[in-house]
């Protein structure tokens, strides 16, 4: 494991951030990631993060971030993810984002983290103690029911069914959690079979939410990295690809109207919320009762 140095970690967003999942603040503890997603946008050059395969870790991270959190700053939910993978596989005994967990927790910040890995399981007991007194949110980031299909285009993520897996634990645990449903790839994961087999096994372990963007981004190197796998494991749809999409950034699924309105049929059936302002709402509401309830 390489270290690299920083001088901040914790970063103010510069979007509204009722627009995605409520967040004020970002952190990004690793650099790189190595879950290999082969669409994945941070690749993309405009980030500059060189050699994006190779996980390295900030140093000192946490000890900066506990003096960044101990600033009188506004109280608000921090993002982790965002970048890459809190969960990676050496996290596992590094511990890095079970420790900003503990710091998040200590100094009375919320938290929206998303990952491909069931290994946010381990840490249940902080993300509960977290619910109990601020905004939580977990996301599974899952894009294909199956398995098979999950393990060419998510290649060292963990396995659809223990992100699901992941999501009951969390769930049963009175922990908001849900699925991020994006991107959806035009031919490959935008069927009609994955988008309501996904939100029936939302349902059946217990999510909260799905969100969902129905289409990919693409571009320089991340476009060139997307097309490199196209051709490995989807040859025969590399042409339709170039025929339908050329050059374009933004890559909506064909027949996009129909699927959107099939994917928001088949979560009102659940009671499972999609809209992103319905879901900020709901989980904030949510850690907001026990507040509620001492004033009472
Ligand atoms: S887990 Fe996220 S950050 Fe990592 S490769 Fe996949 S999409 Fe990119």
Redesign the pocket.
């Known amino acids: 494991m390489d270290y690299i140095p920083a001088k901040t970690i914790l970063q103010k967003v510069k979007f509204d951030g009722n627009l995605w999942f409520g967040i004020d603040y970002n952190i990004n503890l690793y650099k790189g990631?190595?879950?290999?997603?082969i669409?994945?946008?941070?690749?993309s050059a405009r980030y500059f993060i060189d050699d994006?395969?190779r996980v390295r870790v900030k140093e000192n991270g946490l000890g900066i971030l506990a003096k960044e959190l101990g600033r009188k700053i506004p109280k608000g939910v921090i993002g982790l993810?965002a970048?890459?993978?809190s969960y990676?596989p050496y996290e596992k005994k590094l511990q890095v984002t079970r420790g900003a967990l503990e710091l998040i927790e200590t100094y009375g910040f919320g938290v929206s983290l998303?990952?491909?890995?069931d290994l946010i399981t381990r840490d249940i007991d902080i993300l509960k103690r977290i619910s109990e007194k601020s905004s939580c949110i977990i996301k599974l980031?899952i894009t294909a029911s199956d398995d098979v299909l999950a393990r060419k285009i998510?290649p060292s993520?963990s396995l659809s069914s223990k992100r699901f897996a992941a999501i009951r634990k969390l769930s049963d645990n009175g922990i908001f959690a849900g699925i991020l449903l994006m991107p959806v790839l035009p031919l490959i994961t935008d069927s009609d079979e994955n988008i309501i087999n996904i939100v029936n096994l939302a349902h059946e372990h217990g999510a909260k939410f799905i969100y969902s963007l129905f289409g990919v981004t693409l571009r320089d190197v991340q476009r060139d990295h997307f097309f490199e796998k196209l051709a490995q494991y989807f040859p025969e749809l590399e042409r339709e690809y170039f025929t339908m999409y050329g050059n374009r950034y933004q890559c909506n699924v064909p027949d996009m109207a129909r699927k959107q309105a099939l994917f928001a049929a088949e979560c009102e059936k659940y009671g499972i919320l999609y809209r992103m302002a319905d879901i900020v709402a709901g989980y904030k509401q949510v850690n907001s009762e026990p507040e509620q309830l001492r004033l009472f």
Do not use: L, V
């Open positions: 990631c190595n879950h290999g997603c669409y994945c946008d941070s690749r994006f395969d993810g970048m890459s993978d990676n998303e990952t491909k890995s980031s998510e993520a």
